[in-house]
C-alpha cells in the first residue's frame, strides 16, 4: 500500500490530534487551523480550502465564543454536551478524511476517518461527559467552569500541538486516552462490584 508513509502517518496525527481537540471543544480546533491557514503558517490540503477564508475564520470565531460561553452556564454545559457529542464525531470525521493523502481509496479513507477521527473525538467527548456529570452531582455544577477551562486549555494546547508537532499531540492524546479509559474501567468494576454486594444481601 503505497500511501502506508510518514506524510500519511503526519497527516492521520494531525487528524487524531485535531479530533481529539474537537472532543474538548467542537469549534475551537477548526478556529486555529482555519486562523493557521488564513495567516500563511499551515498549507490546508484542497479539501479544506473552504477553511482558509476570512469568512470561514469568522465564522468560526462566532461559534466558537457561543460554544465557550456555555460551557459556563450551570446546566447549560449540560445540555450542551448532549448536541456537542454526535457534532465532535462528524467534525472529527470530516477533518481526518480531508487530511489523509487524497490518494488512497474512498472508502478506505472514510473508513479510517470515522474510525480513527470520529472514534477519538467521540471517545475524548464521552469522558469530559462524565467528567461534568460526576462534577455536577458533586458540587451542583459549582466547580463545572473549572472543568470547562480545563477543556477549554485543552482544546487549545492540543489544536495547537497538533499543527506544530503532530507526533507529540498524537502522543499526549494516546497517553490521556488510555488514562481515561482506564479509570472508566475502574469505575465500572467498583459500580458492578456494589451491584453484586447488594444483590448478595
Known sequence: MDWLNLNTFLELALGISLSAAAGFRVFVPLLILSAAAVLG???????????????????FAVASTLEIGGYYIPWVDNILDTVATPAAIIAGTVVSAALVDPSMAPVAQWTLALVAGGGTAGLTKILTNLLRVTSTAVSGGLTNPILATIELAAAIGLSVLAITVPVLSLSLVIIVLL???QKLWRLFLKIRSKSESSKAT
Not at 41 to 59: I, N
Request: proline fraction near 5%.
Open 41 to 59: 503558517h499551515f498549507d490546508l490540503p484542497a479539501d479544506l480550502d473552504w477553511a482558509e477564508s476570512t469568512q470561514a475564520l469568522a465564522v
Open 179 to 181: 488514562l481515561g479509559l
